[in-house]
């Protein structure tokens, strides 16, 4: 008889109710028959610290960190990876063997991942890219393109400055463009990617002119509700390769689900199914 403990993880936010990750996991956990749990907790900011030094002792291998905590975690954990300390935020959290927290960001590898395994002939060196937004979505973005080699990126957010400040931070690869400006820079982008919330449920509408949209180019909308938002909509009648958000968040969790569980899961239909149940 096996006396091991029971691997505990899950995902801290505040809110929580709203997370996909809970079904996305279990539904790992259950098909691959690993004796695991997986629990969304609504944490206050005050009280990160205690809970992050607690959970370990209740068993708990990890936990993904969502927004508003995602640069406090950094703060807080013993040990940080490149992409992280780049991105300058934490979205997965390893608790060692030796008491120590690690602290990485998979949101970067889980965008690069989505556009390969759903616009498999994403040449991220053919032309330059255009993003619009500047927050947090948008760092995870630009360093993963960065590093995937695109030669150039057009970056747009409704406060200039925001994009502004990630271009002296990201470097001359970056070109600030106005938000009035933005449906200008999809003329030449063979990639266009939305980190902004606009055109989510709940949030106002993508006001941007899309009508430069070229044939062929990429586009990614990080909004997965609706899963098909109006620039993805708009993006298919230009005849352009429309990806929607949704992949991004299951793939981001695939190397968290490893670290904790020591098995790889794939991201097949049955895990899309599963997140959006």
Known sequence: MSHEKIPLAGVIGSP????????????????????????????????LGNVLQTLPKMGFVGVNITVPHKERALELADLVTDRATLIGAANT??????????????????????????????APKSGPAAVLGAGGAARAVLASLL???????????????RAEALQ????????????????NMLEEATTVVNTTSLGMIGQPPLRIPLDGLQKGTVVNDLVYA?????????????????????????????PAFERWFGTRPSVDSATRAAALR
């Not at 997370?19 to 695991?36: E, Y």
């Not at 390893?94 to 994403?122: C, E, M, S, V």
């Not at 600030?176 to 933005?182: E, G, H, K, L």
């Open 16 to 47: 929580i109710a709203h997370s996909k990750s809970p079904q996305l996991h279990r539904h790992w956990l259950k098909t691959l028959g690993i004796p695991g749990y997986y629990i969304p907790m609504d944490v206050a900011s005050d009280d």
């Open 147 to 161: 590093d995937a080699g695109v030669p150039e990126i057009m970056i747009a957010n409704r406060t200039r400055v």
């Open 226 to 254: 609706p899963l098909k938002t109006s620039l993805l909509l708009e993006a298919e009648r230009a005849g352009c390769i429309a990806v929607d958000g949704l992949g991004m968040l299951l793939h981001q969790a695939v």
């Open 93 to 122: 959290l390893i608790f060692r063997k030796d008491g120590k927290i690690h602290a990485d960001n998979t949101d970067g590898y889980g965008f690069i991942q989505n556009l390969h395994q759903n616009a498999p002939d994403w």
């Open 168 to 183: 002296s931070e990201f470097g001359t690869r970056l070109t600030v463009v106005d938000w009035v400006q933005a449906g």
